[in-house]
């Protein structure tokens, strides 16, 4: 029962992870597109729920906080676009894994301001920054 999900992390622990392979060995298997692609729609479908969740909730700062989350989905898929044209494909899987895992990590940061939409406004705004610095340090982290 839980051997797809296995195959899932499995086939996307280089994403997941976010590391290189240290002294020259990997033990990681090569891209698989089939296990990548329903690693992209799942992780896409959890954000996409926080976003709405956050929509739905009304407050403020919810509604700054899936403001930046949706704007960063679109500036990812942009330049996934620009290193599809310019590179290989497996630049761009591994681009696209690695973009929607940090949107995961910050669609999780932003996770309490769905389960407790009454929290204080300046407790959500110092969500809503925190998620938006680890966001950007985990995606600098990346790319590098």
């Known amino acids: ?7 899932i992390i499995t086939y996307n622990r280089r994403v997941i992870a976010g590391c290189k392979a240290c002294c020259g060995f990997d033990c990681a298997p090569d891209l698989n597109r089939f296990y990548r692609t329903v690693y992209l729609m799942l992780a896409g479908g959890f954000v996409g729920l926080i976003v709405a969740s956050l929509l ?3 407050t403020t700062a919810s509604e700054i906080a899936s403001t930046i989350l ?3 989905a679109i500036v990812g898929l942009i330049v996934g676009v620009v290193i599809r044209v310019g590179g290989s494909a ?5 681009y696209a894994g690695n973009y929607v895992t940090c949107l995961v990590v910050v669609a999780g940061a932003m996770l309490p301001l769905t389960i407790w939409p009454e929290l204080s406004d300046k407790i959500a705004w110092l969500n809503v920054s ?3 610095l680890l966001g950007f340090s985990e995606f600098r982290r990346r790319s590098l």
Request: charged letters at 0%; a neutral charge.
């Open 70 to 72: 949706a704007g960063l």
């Open 1 to 7: 029962m839980f051997y797809p999900l296995y195959q």
């Open 90 to 94: 497996n630049a761009t899987w591994s």
């Open 130 to 132: 925190v998620a938006v």
């Open 56 to 58: 739905v909730s009304g």
